[in-house]
């Protein structure tokens, strides 16, 4: 199975801060990785698969990268409603496997 | 619009069953695999099961497997999830969730609200 570790766990940012979390796969899974926002008490919301390309809807502010076994996410200028936990799914293999989480607080 | 609608969530003792449903609408539901994905409470994230559009093809995670069992009514738009022999680990928010392929080696695009299953004496 691959493992998806995903760093940090948890950090604090201000509004308007560049923001970056990112996401390691044990084994290398191409682009096959997707990012997700999650509120408290929702469902998670889909950002970014493919590992770069953007969901429609979805501000420009986010943005994926990586290829392989590492990747980023980065938030360029952080809004009051990106304040939530972020997961990374990789879809290369099944079982599919979520990241443990980054949660972004306020600063 | 997307509409993904669980149900069948409750409080269910050790060993118990329970089954799940998926009301799925706004979309050609007979078109796309469909997982189940579950989240125990203040834990992450965690991928359960997925079948293919057809009903044909499923996969479980190891804990699950032989215990649950995922399956759909294309006629119906409804996905189900049977849970037997249910132990303390199976408690979390349960979603049904879309993907955007045939197959479900692709990512998710859509998710329901979720339906918490509790399993407790």
């Known amino acids: 199975d691959i493992q998806m570790t995903q760093f940090p766990s948890s950090l604090s940012a201000s509004v308007g801060d560049r923001v970056t979390i990112t996401c390691r796969a044990s084994q290398g899974i191409s682009k096959w990785l997707a990012w997700y926002q999650q509120k408290p008490e929702k469902a998670p919301k889909s950002l970014i698969y493919?590992?770069?390309s953007l969901q429609s809807g979805v501000p420009s502010r986010f943005s994926g990268s990586g290829s392989g076994t590492d990747f980023i996410l980065t938030i360029s200028s952080l809004q009051p409603e990106d304040f939530a936990t972020y997961y990374c799914l990789q879809y290369n293999t099944y079982p599919l496997s979520f990241g443990g989480g980054t949660k972004v607080e306020i600063k | 619009e997307v509409q993904l609608l669980e149900s069948g969530g409750g409080l269910v003792p050790p060993g118990g069953s329970l089954r799940l449903s998926c009301a799925a609408s706004g979309f050609t539901f007979s078109n796309y695999a469909m997982s189940w994905v579950r989240q125990a409470p203040g834990k992450g994230l965690e991928w359960v099961s997925v079948i293919s559009s057809s009903g044909g093809s499923t996969y479980y995670r190891d804990s699950v497997r032989g215990r649950l069992t995922i399956s759909r009514d294309n006629s119906r738009n409804t996905l189900y999830l049977q849970m037997n022999s249910l132990t303390a680990e199976d408690t979390a928010v349960y979603y049904c969730?879309?993907?955007?392929?045939?197959?479900?080696?692709?990512?998710?695009?859509?998710w329901g609200q979720g339906t918490l299953v509790t399993v407790s004496s």
């Open positions: 969730a879309k993907h955007p392929e045939t197959f479900g080696d692709s990512v998710i695009d859509y």
């Open positions: 493919a590992a770069s």
